[in-house]
């Protein structure tokens, strides 16, 4: 139940059919379910975080802020709720190499540890340009759901959620050597896929 | 002398863990005669960048087409 506060007896103000908090809400329900991989825990991870938000909404200033600020919130309730569901994922899973994995790592390389040719970054024509594009964020999405369950599980907690390796480690009971591992894994996956299709027209061969 | 496939890993570790100052050298060497592996680690640099702009829900609207 709700604290008797006064404060909370203040009516909710946030109006929900507001075209740009329905845009909010469409990509914080693309964040959650990215990670989740569950579309109910994604819809209870951002009612929480607008009802956290809305409850405490004197605490931002303008919508870019509010937008900030709502996406640290649902941040947090994603974390918790990985927290609460990490134990039924057996460790033995999220260790074995193989087969869900994809392509191996070791394929892109040749026998002396050297590129293959076909495999070889190539030089990206102003990266940044792309993040303000959004069919570039539909290339990237489709990239992360490419990625291996479990890699992309560690991808995430790392690179989404900003959790340190060390927590990591703990949450899921594997080796810092094994995150690490995981983690290469995911990247350079992440690298190859978004050169094949969208970085891929650049001309320029090495 | 490091080769590509153990640089990656240092340019993929090197935004988890502080790197060792041989790892550093090593590093920084590999790069310095490797374009592709130079490449590797920019791109590393730009998904940190995508992650981030992600996590802090700044990626454009959906309703700006």
Do not use: Y
């Not at chain 1, 309730?77 to 790592?105: F, M, T, Y």
């Not at chain 1, 394929?107 to 069919?135: C, I, N, R, V, Y």
């Not at chain 2, 130079?38 to 960048?49: C, I, P, S, T, V």
């Amino acid at each position: 139940m709700t604290s008797d506060s006064p404060a909370d007896a203040k009516p909710p103000s946030l109006d929900w059919n507001d075209p740009a908090i329905l845009a909010l809400r469409r990509d914080m329900l693309k964040f959650a379910h990215l990670q989740l991989r569950d579309e109910g825990a994604a819809e209870d991870a951002v009612q929480e975080a607008l009802i956290a938000a809305m409850r405490h909404r004197d605490g931002f200033a303008g919508r870019s802020a509010l937008k900030t600020w709502v996406f640290a919130i649902l941040r947090n309730k994603i974390i918790d709720h990985l927290r609460k569901h990490a134990r039924e994922i057996p460790a033995s899973d999220l260790a074995r190499r193989g087969d869900d994995e994809g392509p191996d790592i070791e394929q892109l390389f040749e026998q002396d540890g050297h590129w293959t040719t076909q495999d070889k970054p190539h030089t990206w024509a102003d990266p940044e340009s792309a993040l303000s594009q959004k069919q570039f964020w539909a290339v990237f999405d489709a990239c992360v759901n490419h990625l291996p369950a479990n890699t992309a599980r560690v991808f995430m907690m790392r690179e989404f959620l900003d959790l340190g390796t060390e927590e990591i480690c703990q949450e899921l009971a594997i080796t810092s050597a094994n995150c690490w591992v995981m983690l290469h894994r995911a990247r350079t996956a992440l690298r190859r896929c978004l050169e094949n299709n969208w970085f891929g027209g650049a001309p320029k061969p090495c | 002398m490091l080769n590509c496939r153990q640089a990656t890993q240092l340019c993929s570790e090197e935004r988890d863990r502080p790197l060792s100052l041989r790892e550093r050298v090593a590093l920084r060497l590999h790069t310095l005669i490797c374009d592709s592996c130079a490449n590797f680690r920019r791109q590393m640099d730009f998904l940190a960048l995508a992650a981030r702009r992600f996590r802090e829900g700044r990626r454009p609207d959906g309703d700006d087409e």
